[in-house]
């Protein structure tokens, strides 16, 4: 079993920043993937980026990247979402996911473990 402990989230008003962190525990492996979600009231969960063991990394093209990065620190198993430029459109809860391997993946169900999700607010 793999824990996710999803942190950093909150109210921002447009054009603003958070930070979400991602803290997995429990029996991780040595090579995963970690990967952000998010999913609005009556919409879909919807992939936002995902990183690699070694750093590689994708994103949703048509609305975070170049706004969005991820980032991880292996030693500390977590993961980072820095979201920038914020706009009211990005409010929804965020979830961290967990892949065993190596390969990059955007579809919730090649995830095998999630997170319980935390609250980002924009406000206009």
């Known amino acids: 079993q793999v824990q996710l402990v999803e942190s950093g989230g909150g109210l921002v008003q447009a054009g603003g920043s958070l930070r979400l962190s991602c803290a997995a525990s429990g029996r991780t492996l040595s090579s995963y993937v970690m990967g952000w979600f998010r999913q609005a009231p009556g919409k879909e969960r919807e992939f936002v980026a995902a990183i690699n063991w070694s750093g590689s990394t994708r994103y949703r093209v048509d609305s975070v990247k170049g706004r969005f990065t991820i980032s991880r620190d292996n030693a500390k198993n977590t993961v980072y979402l820095q979201m920038n430029s914020l706009k009211p459109e990005d409010t929804a809860a965020y979830y961290c996911?967990?892949?065993?391997?190596?390969?990059?993946?955007?579809?919730?169900?090649?995830?095998?473990?999630w997170g319980q999700g935390i609250q980002v607010t924009v406000s206009s």
């Open positions: 996911a967990y892949r065993r391997g190596d390969s990059l993946a955007e579809l919730t169900y090649a995830y095998d473990y």
